[in-house]
């Protein structure tokens, strides 16, 4: 399984930016899809994920009503959709696979992980 994570940058505050993860070696739609994202200094921490049907979408509380999840599973690629972005959002993240039947938000249920895009924001 290979997870690939593209699209961050460096934007403005209030800003938007499109991030993509291309799956491969695995069925796509068979799996829930989630982003977390680690801060300098920080922990990695959940920010949202979706079922692999895609109806099913959840979100942290401080990217709610600011982020979309969305996939598509003909592409084998799971997006993050970031607007108003929040110099606090600054992180690389990261996109994963969940492979156990631990909570969505609990990292230790996704056993495959891309290697990271870095969002930079700026104040």
């Known amino acids: 399984v290979q997870l690939q994570a593209s699209g961050g940058g460096l934007v403005h505050a209030g800003g938007s930016l499109r991030l993509a993860c291309v799956a491969s070696?695995?069925?796509?739609?068979?799996?829930?899809m989630g982003w977390f994202r680690q801060a300098p200094g920080k922990e990695r921490e959940f920010v949202a994920a979706i079922t692999g049907s895609g109806v099913g979408t959840y979100y942290s509380d401080s990217v709610k009503g600011r982020f979309t999840i969305s996939r598509d599973n003909a592409k084998n690629t799971v997006y993050l959709q970031m607007n108003s972005l929040k110099p606090e959002d600054t992180a690389v993240y990261f996109c994963a696979t969940r492979n156990s039947g631990l909570s969505y938000y609990d990292q230790r249920a996704y056993g495959n992980w891309g290697q990271g895009t870095l969002v930079t924001v700026s104040s």
């Open positions: 070696g695995l069925t796509f739609s068979n799996y829930l």
